[in-house]
């Protein structure tokens, strides 16, 4: 069975600021996926970035980057120069290997960006 | 930008009563799926759907659930006889195709209540 735990129920930092959000997960399958969603306010749940686990390099897009850390089943976003519009709760996703759009998620980090 | 949509936002239900949940996917995508997240809970997998039949469906998704796409552009889930553990929030998710590349886009939910 795959579980996806992120221990940060909710967090906040500063405008223009980074923050990390924890992910840890758990599977047997060596080829998988890996995923964070954001969901803002009332709003739908949109994709972030996606790692692929049998790439090394890390994923980025623009201001978001993961930590990746396959042996530690690790999986770390980071967002940098954070904005008010980063505001939402933040979902850990890992799918298995042709067992598409079939996620497993976190349990979510609220993300509270300050003005 | 196309988006899924669901109707309604919210809906509060009586114990015992049927509910339908609908959810219009994005024009051309051909895979439907339904997820729920209880609350405080995790966001869970309940049934994929393509070509007019379920792909999969997990544990959670017994006899007293069923999924139509009765005219080509909705997509619903029916919840029989409603019972207070259905309270949740209930999400659909559509995609064009199912490979690696893919993403699901995800509709904003209906947050049902059974009383």
């Known amino acids: 069975a795959q579980t996806v735990t992120q221990s940060q129920p909710e967090m906040s930092v500063q405008e223009a600021e980074t923050v990390t959000l924890s992910c840890t997960y758990d599977t047997s399958e060596n080829n998988y996926y890996l995923f964070w969603y954001k969901q803002p306010p009332s709003r739908q749940m949109i994709l972030v970035i996606r790692q692929e686990a049998y790439k090394q390099q890390n994923a980025t897009e623009n201001r978001f980057s993961v930590n990746f850390q396959k042996a530690a089943k690790s999986f770390s976003l980071k967002i940098s120069d954070s904005q008010l519009g980063d505001t939402a709760m933040y979902f850990c996703?890992?799918?298995?290997?042709?067992?598409?759009?079939?996620?497993?998620f976190g349990s979510g980090t609220k993300l509270n960006v300050k003005p | 930008e196309p988006e899924v949509t669901q109707t309604p936002s919210h809906q509060v239900t009586q114990m015992g009563q049927e509910v339908i949940l609908r959810c219009v996917p994005i024009s051309n995508h051909l895979y439907f799926y339904w997820y729920r997240q209880i609350l405080g809970q995790k966001v869970e997998f309940l049934v994929s759907f393509y070509n007019n039949e379920i792909s999969e469906k997990s544990e959670i998704f017994d006899d007293q659930f069923s999924v139509e796409r009765p005219d080509g552009s909705n997509f619903t889930l029916k919840i029989r006889s409603t019972k207070l553990e259905d309270s949740a929030m209930y999400f659909c998710?559509?995609?064009?195709?199912?490979?690696?590349?893919?993403?699901?886009?995800f509709g904003q939910g209906t947050r049902l209540t059974v009383v």
């Open positions: 996703a890992f799918m298995k290997h042709a067992d598409f759009n079939k996620f497993y």
């Open positions: 998710a559509s995609s064009p195709r199912e490979t690696v590349n893919t993403e699901a886009f």
